[in-house]
T-cell receptor, first 114, second 114 residues
Framework: GENVEQHPSTLSVQEGDSAVIKCTYS??????FPWYKQELGKRPQLIID?????GEKKDQRIAVTLNKTAKHFSLHITETQPEDSAVYFC?????????????FGQGTILTVHP | DADVTQTPRNRITKTGKRIMLECSQT?????MYWYRQDPGLGLRLIYY???????NKGEISDGYSVSRQAQAKFSLSLESAIPNQTALYFC?????????????FGPGTRLTVL
């Protein structure tokens, strides 16, 4: 089955700096890569996702890049703000009727210091 | 707003007890999932169901069972709870047939097994 490794496990940055979280996956057939944000005491929520037919996707201060050859993808947050502090999870799956289940990485605790 | 709800939100039980966690959704989604979250281990899939008659084991199904009573309800049971089942449990739903692979999570159930 799929295996997703996520690094780093913790990340501390100053407000305004950039933050990068990296994930690698094992199943070359995986074609969908979402990122979820979980604030303290809250449920995980999707913040951005990418499909394997594109290499990069941006949404305001967040972006995701995908390297299919190397089987890794990354989350980039620019101009970090204290409200970006949360746990971030990457995940991978094969889109399609029979393979819609996600495999998650171990999570990254991001702390943004004012 | 359409939502995913879980009951109970918190539960303390003793080793050997049978316990049921319930999940309901008003999103009209066909797919439902149960995950457990442990610090440093991310979200791990216990069971998933793609429709009422389809139940599948995830990566950590031992010690758990599920029931899909209706499209909107998916219950997780621990037949004989043990301390290492102490964790935060999340239910989630999705419906890729609507054009999005997003999984929507419930608020979670914090389970403590003494």
């Amino acid at each position: 089955g799929e295996n997703v490794e996520q690094h780093p496990s913790t990340l501390s940055v100053q407000e305004g700096d950039s933050a990068v979280i990296k994930c690698t996956y094992s199943d070359s057939a995986s074609n969908y890569f979402p990122w979820y944000k979980q604030e303290l005491g809250k449920r995980p929520q999707l913040i951005i996702d990418i499909r394997s037919n594109v290499g990069e996707k941006k949404d305001q201060r967040i972006a995701v890049t995908l390297n299919k050859t190397a089987k890794h993808f990354s989350l980039h947050i620019t101009e970090t703000q204290p409200e970006d502090s949360a746990v971030y999870f990457c995940a991978a799956s094969r889109r399609g009727t029979s393979y819609g289940k996600l495999t998650f990485g171990q999570g990254t605790i991001l702390t943004v210091h004012p | 707003d359409a939502d995913v709800t879980q009951t109970p939100r918190n539960r303390i039980t003793k080793t050997g007890k049978r316990i049921m966690l319930e999940c309901s959704q008003t999103k009209g989604h066909d797919r439902m999932y149960w995950y457990r979250q442990d610090p440093g281990l991310g979200l791990r899939l216990i069971y998933y169901s793609f429709d009422v008659k389809d139940i599948n084991k995830g990566e950590i199904s031992d010690g758990y069972s599920v029931s899909r009573q209706a499209q909107a309800k998916f219950s997780l049971s621990l037949e004989s709870a043990i301390p290492n089942q102490t964790a935060l449990y999340f239910c989630a739903t999705s419906d890729p047939d609507r054009g999005t692979d997003t999984q929507y999570f419930g608020p979670g159930t914090r389970l403590t097994v003494l």
